[in-house]
T-cell receptor, first 113, second 115 residues
């Protein structure tokens, strides 16, 4: 069945460091891909998305490119801030049941000043 | 309170007891979803409502789990004869319509602990 695999955390970085969180997926057809973020004490919220191959999603300085050839959707940010500390979830959905998100297990990011 | 509201935020119960978890979606959102997040895992889909009806309940693990949304707004997830394996965070989400865009608005969750 469909699945999402993301790198285990925690990832600990210093402020202004470059961030990569790896995400790969297994799915039939052409899924849509998402990154959700959960800040401490808050619910999950959509960070960015891409709906077809080679699309780049971006928001708040974060970017991810839908790579069908490598079935990947890695999250990147050029310069992280302390306020980026959160848990990041990669997810996919398929067109026939787009409401049914399939999540990875999450990666905790800790940014130190 | 413009976001999705879930109560209780924490619930501790004993094995075999009955539990209800409530979700109040964003006003005007017709679609409502329940997910379950076990420790160290990502959320897993349980059930999806469009209006008052359950459009897809394929994620409910067994017949001890049931959910209702009688007036198309507030939803209640009901768990009978709770087991220790039911311990998890139960997440509710809503969207303005079926989320073709994939953007669901999540509440903070109800943490259920079964002793």
């Amino acid at each position: 069945g469909d699945s999402v695999t993301q790198m285990e955390g925690p990832v600990t970085l210093s402020e202004e460091a470059f961030l990569t969180i790896n995400c790969t997926y297994t799915a039939t057809g052409y899924p849509s891909l998402f990154w959700y973020v959960q800040y401490p004490g808050e619910g999950l919220q959509l960070l960015l998305k891409a709906t077809k191959a080679d699309d780049k999603g971006s928001n708040k300085g974060f970017e991810a490119t839908y790579r069908k050839e490598t079935t990947s959707f890695h999250l990147e940010k050029g310069s992280v801030q302390v306020s980026d500390s959160a848990v990041y979830f990669c997810a996919l959905s398929r067109g026939d049941s787009s409401y049914k998100l399939i999540f990875g297990s999450g990666t905790r990011l800790l940014v130190r000043p | 309170g413009a976001g999705v509201s879930q109560t209780p935020s924490n619930k501790v119960t004993e094995k075999g007891k009955y539990v209800e978890l409530r979700c109040d979606p964003i006003s005007g959102h017709t679609a409502l979803y329940w997910y379950r997040q076990s420790l160290g895992q990502g959320p897993e889909f349980l059930i999806y409502f469009q209006g008052t009806g359950a459009a897809d309940d394929s994620g409910l693990p067994n017949d001890r789990f049931f959910a209702v949304r009688p007036e198309g707004s507030v939803s209640t997830l009901k768990i009978q004869r709770t087991e220790r394996g039911d311990s998890a965070v139960y997440l509710c989400a809503s969207s303005a319509r079926t989320a073709y865009t994939g953007e669901l608005f999540f509440g903070e969750g109800s943490r259920l602990t079964v002793l």
